[in-house]
């Protein structure tokens, strides 16, 4: 464990040398991509390849020590889709090319961080409140078993990204538990629970 810590510790503090952009930053990009693509081919499934395999550039790496993301993908109750949905279904959702029963739908708008739910949230929240705003950044009154990561006012330029969706996970998963446990089929912020 320890050694893993350093070992961490020690690769962030010398992964400033691939910023740059002359032959040393391209070179060091170019081999760490390659080391991703090779993680990324060995541990998870096959058929979602073409999907998490990306030519990109990332100053910020997500180090997955234990393979938990990639590992969970092999789960037979998962399906991981990047074809729009084209409708909402009460059992599940309808892409272009197929019908997926889900209980849980994961929306990931993949870097457009700003894009999301701007719509939806602004509309919203702005008709009610007269600005965006949601429940500890994570729920929306008027939308049951709604949660989102990263929603209004989440963002701060002196904090830890990572940290926050972490922190919205959890109150996520704490808002949602009476459905998880079977206690009640939906859960719902209440508007001044929002607005509070």
């Known amino acids: 464990m320890r050694s893993g810590a350093i070992w961490t510790a020690s690769s962030r503090n010398t992964i400033w040398r691939m910023f740059p952009g002359d032959a040393t ?22 058929k979602y ?31 991981l889709t990047k074809g729009p949905i084209v409708e909402i279904l009460p059992t599940g959702i309808r892409t272009a090319t197929a019908t997926y029963p889900a209980d849980v739908i994961v929306m990931a708008t993949g870097f457009q961080t700003n894009n ?8 919203r929240s702005l008709e009610s409140a007269g600005r965006p705003c949601a429940y500890n950044n994570t729920a929306v ?23 926050a969706i972490e922190n919205m996970v959890d109150c996520a998963l704490s808002i949602v538990a009476p459905v998880l446990s079977g206690d009640a089929n939906e859960v719902e912020i209440t508007a001044a629970a929002e607005d509070a």
């Open 25 to 46: 930053g391209t070179r060091l990009r170019r081999a760490a991509e390659n080391q991703s693509k090779e993680f990324i081919l060995r541990v998870a499934p096959k």
């Open 49 to 79: 390849h073409d999907i998490l395999v990306r030519e990109i550039a990332c100053k910020r790496q997500v180090v997955d020590s234990d393979s938990a993301y990639l590992k969970s993908l092999h789960a037979p109750n998962l399906h």
């Open 116 to 123: 999301g739910l701007g719509p939806l949230m602004a509309e």
């Open 141 to 163: 009154h008027g939308y049951p078993n709604f949660m989102m990561i990263y929603g209004p006012n989440s963002t701060t330029g002196y904090s830890s990204v990572i940290l």
